[in-house]
Nanobody, 123 residues
Framework: QVQLVESGGGLVQAGGSLRLSCTASARTFTAYAVGWFRQAPGKEREFVAVIGGSGGDALDYRDSLKGRFTISRDNAKNTVYLQMNSLNPEDTAVYYC???????????????WGQGTQVTVSS
């Protein structure tokens, strides 16, 4: 299977930026679509963004995050990034990356998950 590790979370003031990283254990990672999801306390895990695999350029974002968040990948480093700008306290959550065999925004379609990284945005 694919092992995923998130990093880059932390505490940031409202209006600031963070870049999250998701690094995979194997080169086959490049063939997978990789999604970012987040979960705030007391809320369901929700889709954030996805990037296609196998050299594709497909991208998708949660509608409310378009223009603030950018997903990208560096296949040479087996890493997917989530650049988060203009953060506000409502972005506070544990952020997870996940890998799927096809391009999708559906949480249940992702077979492999990281352990998450905490993002806290203060006002």
């Amino acid at each position: 299977q694919v092992q995923l590790v998130e990093s880059g979370g932390g505490l940031v003031q409202a209006g600031g930026s963070l870049r999250l990283s998701c690094t995979a254990s194997a080169r086959t990672f490049t063939a997978y679509a990789v999604g970012w999801f987040r979960q705030a306390p007391g809320k369901e895990r929700e889709f954030v963004a996805v990037i296609g695999g196998s050299g594709g350029d497909a991208l998708d974002y949660r509608d409310s995050l378009k223009g603030r968040f950018t997903i990208s990948r560096d296949n040479a480093k087996n890493t997917v990034y989530l650049q988060m700008n203009s953060l506000n306290p409502e972005d506070t959550a544990v952020y997870y990356c996940a890998a799927a065999t096809f391009f999708t925004r559906t949480l249940g379609s992702y077979a492999y998950w990281g352990q998450g990284t905490q993002v806290t945005v203060s006002s």
